[in-house]
């Protein structure tokens, strides 16, 4: 929970994780998480200090300081998927994807096995990203994408349209799919 509106829960305290890329830390799917949370500010694209005056309010009661804001786009099997109003909290044990607010920007499920978790196109119900099953967790390998070979051939072609879509400043799916299309990528 954070003072002043902003909640969350089921926070797990562990040791603190190095901050390593967001292609190598993990996020943890959380059904109670009303915001995404990382404690790797590098994950940030857009990012803006917060002016704010709330606190992310963790499981054991600390009240933990928010530092920036920003989004991420994750690269999946067939489009770019984004994580939008992430809050940076440096003193955050782990880093903390809102399932609610991910399938509302992105028009995706979660499927839940006691091993992994798939992370499904509503329409389609193909799934887009696959994460892991580990010590009691779900997480969310963003680099990882969906394990299957015909995934992991489009996996290097969408982390490439990652890159050209940073570099064109983010435009709006459609509009990107149809910039990139002449060239293949």
């Not at 704010?52 to 300081?65: E, I, M, T, Y």
Request: glycine share 6%; with cysteine.
């Amino acid at each position: 929970m954070v003072s002043e509106g902003i909640s969350t829960s089921s926070v797990v305290q562990q040791p603190p994780t190095p901050a390593y890329s967001s292609n190598y830390l993990p996020w943890i799917p959380n059904i109670g998480a009303t915001h995404h949370i990382t404690l790797d500010p590098s994950s940030l694209h857009h990012s803006k200090p917060y002016q704010g005056n709330d606190r992310l309010q963790v499981a054991s009661g600390q009240q933990l300081p928010i530092s920036h804001t920003g989004t991420l786009i994750v690269p999946s099997s067939s489009h770019l998927l984004h994580l939008n109003d992430i809050l940076h909290v440096p003193n955050s044990q782990k880093s903390l994807l809102s399932v609610q607010n991910f399938c509302q920007d992105n028009q995706t499920y979660f499927e839940f096995h006691p091993s992994h978790f798939l992370i499904k196109d509503q329409v389609t119900h193909r799934p887009l990203l696959s994460g892991t099953s580990d010590e009691g967790l779900y997480r969310l390998h963003p680099s990882l994408g969906v394990k299957s070979p015909g995934a992991f051939s489009a996996q290097s072609s969408s982390e490439s349209m990652h890159v050209w879509h940073h570099r064109l400043g983010h435009p709006h799916d459609r509009v990107f799919k149809q910039v990139i299309r002449p060239f293949k990528l």
